[in-house]
């Protein structure tokens, strides 16, 4: 079975760019998250939905950042206008609906460098 | 405020000998615990769990080991390989809070 899948892999853009992160949740599953991974913070969670829905954006750091789920199937993270310190891994990751934990399963991240 | 804590920030251990990844929490509402393993260049993966209701989950060269009232818990490696050096993250949830909450990793090095 297919895993959850990123676009890009990597990305170097300069300043003030638009930056458009991509992501595949793994067939099935209704719960969708987006991560950034620093070296100084850690796996912080920015945004979740559950079937499409967004249901908590608080760890979205400022209104340059935005997400959108159009369907099942497909979920963008947006970055305008991109600055330097959003340079990082950003991960995205799915789950079922069962609680079992909240398992996540990861996608192998998006390596952005905004220059 | 840190939830989820893990002191170590890295580990050396020699190949063949134990390895214990240490985590710290304070909500007592978590029920369900965690552990991720990282390599560098990809997402991490699951590992391990336990539930809140055990102290021990095992599989294979892995267990988890969960002290409620010390609010604690271990993962151990036995017998640690060098393939194992990672980064591992110890993660938290409860069903009032349907996400998980995250340690900031342990960078484990094993050693030929």
């Known amino acids: 079975d297919a895993g959850v899948i990123q676009s890009p892999r990597h990305e170097v853009t300069e300043m003030g760019q638009e930056v458009t992160l991509r992501c595949k949740p793994i067939?099935?599953?209704?719960?969708l998250f987006w991560y950034r991974q620093t070296m100084m913070r850690g796996l912080e969670l920015l945004i979740y939905f559950n079937n499409n829905v967004p249901i908590d954006d608080s760890g979205m750091p400022e209104d340059r950042f935005s997400a959108k789920m159009p369907n099942a199937s497909f979920s963008t993270l947006k970055i305008q206008p991109s600055e330097p310190r959003d340079s990082a891994v950003y991960f995205c990751?799915?789950?079922?609906?069962?609680?079992?934990?909240?398992?996540?399963?990861f996608g192998e991240g998006s390596w952005l460098t905004v220059v | 405020d840190q939830q989820v804590k893990q002191n170590s920030p890295s580990l050396s251990v020699q190949e063949g000998r134990i390895s214990i990844l240490n985590c710290d929490y304070t909500n007592s509402m978590f029920d369900y615990f965690l552990w991720y393993k990282k390599y560098p260049a990809e997402g991490p993966t699951f590992l391990i769990s336990i539930s809140s209701i055990k102290d021990k989950n095992e599989d294979g060269r892995f267990t988890v080991f969960l002290n409620k009232s010390a609010k604690h818990l271990s993962l151990h490696i036995v017998p640690s390989q060098p393939g194992d050096s990672a980064v591992y993250f110890c993660?938290?949830?409860?069903?009032?809070?349907?996400?998980?909450?995250w340690g900031l990793g342990t960078s484990l090095a094993v050693n030929p």
């Open positions: 990751a799915s789950r079922t609906t069962g609680y079992e934990g909240n398992t996540i399963y």
């Open positions: 067939s099935g599953h209704d719960y």
């Open positions: 993660a938290a949830s409860s069903r009032e809070v349907r996400k998980l909450i």
